[in-house]
């Protein structure tokens, strides 16, 4: 079936732009989740969200990011006001419920949308 | 703050040799141990995933062991292939309700050659 998938796949854009990343996750996982990769600090989380729950934030860097969920389904990971520290491979990753069958909570994670900000 | 650990940081074999990626922990309160491959400029493949109440997990040439109290984790890949080149990255999952919060070590990047 259809892996997770994210767009754009690249995204150049200047400093102090706000840029919206979208993710749509496997269809019937309700958790998913948003990681950054960059070359300094390697794998990082950021936000989750698990069914109707509250979703996680403690990792988001700064007030300039958000991230939302609609539906359940697809999510956007908005950054406002780009800087350069944010150039980054932004990954997105989505896993099933407990008790569906399959690995509980194996992360299922999309390509990524590669970010440069000038 | 959970850290995790991989070493080596870059291995390079020849093909057909049996090789062992470690990983470690410093909070042995975990909930799982996933193990990752990622190829260059892709996404990450997970490749075993170890629940803490177990000792191992088996795919294929991929055997992942857990030694929960000691805070480790080994990768073993028999008989290495060119095609097993790229960079493996062993993924941490808290205990608790933050169980979806993966910490990443820095990974090892393989090189198997012909």
């Known amino acids: 079936g259809a892996g997770v998938s994210q767009s754009p796949s690249n995204k150049v854009t200047e400093k102090g732009k706000d840029v919206e990343l979208r993710c749509d996750p496997i269809?019937?996982?309700?958790?998913l989740y948003w990681y950054r990769q960059s070359l300094g600090q390697g794998l990082e989380f950021l936000i989750y969200?698990?069914?109707?729950?509250?979703?996680?934030k403690s990792g988001l860097p700064s007030d300039r990011f958000s991230a939302e969920r609609t539906g359940g389904s697809v999510s956007t990971l908005t950054i406002q006001r780009t800087q350069q520290e944010d150039s980054a491979v932004y990954l997105c990753?989505?896993?099933?419920?407990?008790?569906?069958?399959?690995?509980?909570?194996?992360?299922?994670f999309g390509p990524g949308t590669r970010l440069t900000v000038t | 703050k959970q850290e995790v650990t991989q070493i080596p940081a870059a291995l390079s074999v020849p093909e057909g040799e049996n090789l062992v990626l470690n990983c470690s922990f410093t909070?042995?309160?975990?909930?799982?141990l996933q193990w990752f491959r990622q190829d260059p400029g892709k996404g990450l493949t997970s490749l075993l995933l170890?629940?803490?109440?177990?000792r191992e997990q088996t795919s294929g040439r991929l055997n992942a062991s857990l030694d929960k109290s000691s805070g480790r984790s080994t990768l073993y890949i028999a008989a290495s292939q060119p095609g097993d080149s790229a960079t493996y990255l062993c993924?941490?999952?808290?205990?608790?309700?933050?169980?979806?919060?993966?910490?990443f070590g820095q990974g090892t990047i393989l090189t198997v050659h012909p």
């Open positions: 269809s019937g996982h309700t958790a």
């Open positions: 990753a989505s896993s099933s419920p407990l008790g569906s069958g399959g690995r509980v909570y194996e992360q299922y």
């Open positions: 170890i629940q803490s109440s177990q």
């Open positions: 969200f698990q069914g109707n729950s509250a979703p996680d």
């Open positions: 993924a941490v999952g808290p205990g608790g309700t933050s169980y979806g919060k993966l910490t």
């Open positions: 909070d042995s309160a975990i909930y799982n």
